[in-house]
Structures are given as structure tokens and as C-alpha cells.
């Protein structure tokens, strides 16, 4: 039986790119200086390479789906002319208060929950306890917890409740992404 492969989870806005509440413009979509070199030298090691981002804009009536996959395409081709190949890209446009009926619900993919990483995980062939997540808000800490992951904050000022229950707590803090791939290249695999 073939093993299973480590992932590294990035959460998108606030962390691989500048926040810009409910943006599907690619022109507005920034990514951090170290963002490209951080998942090429994580990439260069064998770890796969996802995005985990909820789009509660779309519950909202921000933006359509087909405006945001627009975006997910955009991104993709960004790190593809940078040389990374990001192996899966999962987003949650639910919210339990949505004024879209069609997208209210409380869901397990939305973050805090750890759906997107367990879908990630059967699609991909992923060791979860293998892997970590790196995100810039405790809610990011606690989906990648709750799905077994080792987990990075980036401590970027993003966070403003910081209620700290183990299942939110990071296992690591981080100033910048090239400070997290640092980190997880330095720790052996499990």
C-alpha cells in the first residue's frame, strides 16, 4: 500500500495574499513577498500544496461562484508562471446566517470546522497527521487541529480574539511565510 503524502494548508486572504474584504478581482489579489519562494522551497521537499479559504461573500450575495472560480484560476496561473504547482485549491461558500437560502447552513467545511482539509485529504491521498496548516487566525488553527494537523500561525496582526482553548492554540507562531516553510522544513516528518 502506497503511503499517504504530507500537505501544507494555506489559508488565502491574510495569509498567501493580502486581505481585500470580498475581492474576486485578480488585479487587487497581492501576494506576500515571501509567499512564492516560502511554496517553492516547501514544494522543492515533496510536500503537496493546497489553499483552504472560506468565501462567505457568496452566502452573502457578494460575488457568484463562477466569479470566485474565476479568481481560484487567475491564482493558479500566478503561481504556475511563479513555478509552483498547487496541488488543490477548497473553498466553503457557506454561512449559517447567509441571505442566500441556497447557501445558508452550518456546514463542517466552513472554518473553525475541518471539512475542507478532510475532503482535501480522501482526494488526494493525504496524511493529515503528517501535515500542517498555516493560517493567520486562530479559526485556521482550529480546522487544521481538528483535522489532525500541525499548525502555524502567522502572526501578521489579523487575529483579534485571542481566545486561546487548546483546540485553538498554534503549535508554531511565524512572522512571515518564509519563517513557516523554515519552521516545517526544520521538523522531521512524522
Given amino acids: ?5 504530507p500537505a501544507v494548508f494555506f489559508d488565502k486572504d ?3 495574499v493580502h486581505d481585500v474584504p470580498y475581492n474576486v478581482d485578480p488585479g487587487k489579489t497581492v501576494f506576500r513577498d515571501d ?11 515533496g510536500w503537496k500544496l493546497f489553499i483552504i479559504s472560506n468565501q462567505a461573500g457568496i452566502a452573502e450575495g457578494r460575488f457568484r461562484p463562477d466569479e470566485f472560480e474565476a479568481l481560484i484560476r487567475a491564482i493558479r496561473a500566478v503561481l504556475a508562471k511563479n513555478g509552483i504547482a498547487l496541488d488543490g485549491f477548497y473553498y466553503c461558500p ?14 463542517r467545511c466552513r472554518k473553525p470546522g475541518d471539512g475542507m482539509l478532510r475532503r482535501a485529504a480522501r482526494e488526494h491521498a493525504l496524511d493529515l497527521g503528517r501535515s500542517w496548516m ?15 494537523c500541525r499548525t502555524i500561525l ?3 496582526g489579523n487575529e483579534t480574539q485571542w481566545r486561546l482553548p487548546p483546540e485553538r492554540t498554534p503549535d508554531h507562531r511565524a512572522g512571515t ?3 513557516a516553510a523554515d519552521l516545517i522544513l526544520s521538523r522531521p516528518r512524522p
Fill in 1 to 5: 500500500m502506497k503511503r499517504r503524502s
Fill in 14 to 16: 491574510g495569509t498567501l
Fill in 35 to 45: 509567499a512564492f519562494a516560502a511554496m517553492r522551497e516547501l514544494s522543492a521537499h
Fill in 94 to 107: 457557506h454561512h449559517p446566517c447567509a441571505p442566500v437560502a441556497a447557501y445558508r447552513l452550518a456546514c
Fill in 134 to 148: 498555516v493560517g493567520d487566525i486562530l479559526n485556521d488553527m482550529e480546522a487544521g487541529r481538528r483535522a489532525g
Fill in 154 to 156: 502567522l502572526d501578521v
Fill in 177 to 179: 511565510l518564509g519563517d
